[in-house]
């Protein structure tokens, strides 16, 4: 089956800086989605982004499916934004998630 | 629009049981799929159903099982149930899984003594 990887799989940042996150993939997709965990296990979908580039307030996301490779941005972090954040890809009906990037923001 | 609602939210059982949870999905969500979540294996997908049918399944053995009624609401078995099924169970609901977002619910966490 597919693999993915994530990384880095712990961050640890101070309020207001800036982070990416990375997932790589084997395989070509046609679904890829992240979610972010929070500390109380609620997993909430961030983005759905097989491909390009897409912004959500401090959030932006962009996915080149050619080189099998998504990338999540979270500028002026926020304490609110620890948790953990997996992203999802999908393959001939195969989803598969990462093991996830842990980030802790502190105030 | 009221989120997804799974139930119940904590269970305990013993070795040999079997047990059933419940989800209801958002409004005019056809899709519902599930999901196991554990410290050692992370998460992994179990199964979707899709008006009515199961649409794609994960590499789980039997003893999983689901089914969805009219109403979209799904609910999934597990049987003869194993010290390895402790987990958190999440069911997420979509207009259509493999194109759309997935919607969570907070997830059943069960625990098998």
């Known amino acids: 089956g597919i693999q993915v990887e994530q990384s880095p799989p712990d961050l640890i940042l101070q309020e207001g800086a800036n982070s990416t996150l990375r997932c790589n993939f084997s395989d070509s997709v046609n679904n890829l989605q992240w979610f972010h965990q929070n500390p109380w296990g609620q997993l909430i979908n961030l983005f759905y982004?097989?491909?390009g580039t897409k912004q959500n307030g401090r959030l932006s996301a962009t996915t080149v499916a050619t080189e099998r490779y998504s990338l999540l941005y979270i500028s002026s972090s926020q304490t609110t934004d620890s948790g953990v954040y997996f992203c999802?890809?999908?393959?001939?009906?195969?989803?598969?998630f990462g093991a996830g990037t842990r980030l802790t923001v502190k105030p | 629009k009221a989120g997804v609602t799974q139930t119940p939210r904590y269970l305990i059982k013993t070795r040999g049981q079997q047990v059933t949870l419940s989800c209801s999905p958002i409004s005019g969500h056809r899709s519902v799929s599930w999901y196991q979540q554990t410290p050692g294996q992370g998460l992994q997908f179990l199964f979707e159903y899709f008006s009515e049918t199961q649409r794609n399944k994960g590499n789980f053995p039997g003893r999983f099982s689901g089914r969805q009624f009219s109403n979209s609401r799904s609910e999934m078995n597990v049987s003869t149930l194993e010290l390895g099924d402790s987990a958190l169970y999440l069911c997420?609901?979509?207009?259509?899984?493999?194109?759309?977002?997935?919607?969570f619910g907070s997830g059943t966490q069960l625990s098998v003594l």
């Open positions: 999802a890809v999908e393959r001939s009906n195969d989803m598969r």
């Open positions: 982004i097989p491909s």
């Open positions: 997420a609901s979509s207009a259509d899984r493999a194109h759309e977002k997935l919607f």
